[in-house]
């Protein structure tokens, strides 16, 4: 055990784990944050996905002793209210079907959308390759990127 400080959501949060535990397991078990999901295990769905210094990781791969020092974005620290852009045009889109692979997908977009403000249609699957919907929303997940993307205009 090694004493490691995570800054997630904008808050300090020192922890007293094995710096080899991936940050999936210290956000769900150590930290009561349940908003990021277990999937697979071996970072092929996204349901883990959570932002490091704005770019989408997988939290299942990344171990906690080598986040120390980076900005940490989950899907409860994305917003307040649900306003962010992604997630307002994914309820404005109905998206979640059974809602287990959805905070994934929205960090997946927010980070293609800071990248891309306008992404393609290419950009956008390039994007959500490696992000797995197991009830098949991809059409309404594509259109509620798109609609983010004109700013909440359908």
Not at 1 to 25: C, F, Q, Y
Not at 104 to 117: C, D, E, H, N, S
Request: hydrophobic fraction near 40%; aromatic fraction near 4%; glycine fraction near 10%.
């Amino acid at each position: 055990m090694a004493s490691v400080t995570l800054t997630i959501n904008g808050r300090k949060h020192t922890v007293d784990v094995d710096p080899e535990m991936p940050l999936l397991w210290v956000l769900r078990d150590v930290l009561d944050m349940t908003g990021t999901n277990y999937g697979c295990g071996i970072g092929m769905c996204g349901a883990c996905t959570v932002l490091v210094e704005g770019e989408a990781v997988r939290s299942c791969m990344m171990l906690a002793g080598t986040l120390a020092g980076k900005r940490i974005t989950t899907i409860e620290g994305l917003s307040k209210a649900r306003s962010h852009p992604v997630q307002q045009a994914w309820i404005a889109e109905d998206v979640p079907q059974c809602g287990y692979c959805q905070s994934g997908m929205i960090l997946t977009a927010a980070a293609l959308l800071k990248r891309r403000p306008n992404p393609t249609d290419a950009e956008i699957d390039e994007a959500l390759a490696h992000n797995v919907c197991r009830c098949g929303t991809y059409l309404r997940i594509k259109r509620a990127i798109r609609r983010a993307a004109r700013g909440g205009r359908r």
